[in-house]
């Protein structure tokens, strides 16, 4: 059974930087996708940065405005988000995710996920 856990967030200031984590367990094939999507108040769930994973092959895609790394550390079994410059519009609860290849092949779409974390808040305000 997959099992996805974030943790990280936290209340920064304009400006500030966070890293997210998500501890990522039971996924053990070596084809996937990962990704970090947030949802604010009222508005739609919106993607961040995905990871496409193809063997030795990794490519990430960014979809939200901001300074922003999608990471993976294989040995920890660990996906990280690195945020910087931080603004208000990035307040949002915040979710990592992973699935299998979308029928294009790639990671684009919000469908191709099925494992989904429990979410960690993220609160940009002075």
């Known amino acids: 059974q997959v099992h996805l856990v974030e943790s990280g967030g936290a209340s920064v200031q304009p400006g500030g930087s966070l890293r997210l984590s998500c501890s990522v367990t039971?996924?053990?094939?070596?084809?996937?996708?990962l990704g970090w999507f947030r949802r604010a108040p009222e508005r739609e769930r919106e993607g961040v940065g995905v990871?496409?994973?193809?063997?030795?092959?990794?490519r990430t895609r960014y979809f939200a405005r901001g300074s922003v790394i999608v990471s993976l550390d294989k040995s920890k079994n660990t996906l990280f988000l690195q945020m910087r410059d931080l603004k208000p519009e990035d307040s949002a609860m915040y979710y990592c995710?992973?699935?299998?290849?979308?029928?294009?092949?790639?990671?684009?779409?919000?469908?191709?996920?099925?494992?989904w974390g429990q979410g960690t808040q993220v609160t940009v305000s002075s």
């Open positions: 995710a992973a699935g299998g290849f979308g029928s294009s092949g790639e990671c684009d779409e919000q469908s191709d996920y099925v494992y």
């Open positions: 039971g996924f053990t094939d070596d084809k996937y996708c």
């Open positions: 990871l496409r994973v193809d063997g030795r092959n990794l």
